[in-house]
């Protein structure tokens, strides 16, 4: 389900000093990182997503070159290169939800959630799909 009026956060590691987002806002994927005051890094991608439609949403971040790839059913919708250092912390990542802004949920279902650090599983030029998940090995 897509709410084309409002944020959706897909995974989101965020408190005041706002980390990351991987979210939906006005129907399209969108990618922040923020450095404790604001955004060094902001892809918003080009496909509407339609209400009701199931889609393998994907992104890559390529540490060596600062870039972030967004990715709607293995096709490449956006890509920036994001500037400056960005805050990490030890929140936890909340999946569906903003626990800073209760009003930014995902209005959908999430089937499957992956994070891979260290290696990239997809290609940054696109891929296919995968049919079933990956598997922990």
């Not at 939906?24 to 990618?31: E, M």
């Not at 939800?97 to 949920?105: C, K, L, M, V």
Request: proline share 3%.
């Amino acid at each position: 389900h897509n709410d084309a009026t409002a944020w959706q956060q897909l995974l989101c590691r965020r408190d005041g000093s706002h980390n990351f987002y991987f979210a939906i806002n006005a129907g399209k994927l969108r990618w922040d990182y923020f450095n404790g005051s604001s955004a060094v890094g902001t892809v918003t991608g080009a496909t509407t997503l339609a209400l009701n439609t199931l889609y393998h949403l994907c992104v890559i971040r390529d540490i060596a070159t600062n870039t972030i790839y967004l990715f709607v059913n293995g096709v490449l919708d956006a890509s920036g290169v994001y500037a400056g250092s960005r805050t990490e912390g030890d929140i936890p990542i909340y999946v569906g939800h903003d626990p800073s802004n209760t009003a930014r949920y995902l209005r959908g279902s999430i089937n499957h959630a992956r994070m891979t650090i260290g290696a990239k599983r997809y290609n940054t030029a696109g891929f296919t799909v995968p049919s079933i998940p990956y598997l922990n090995t």
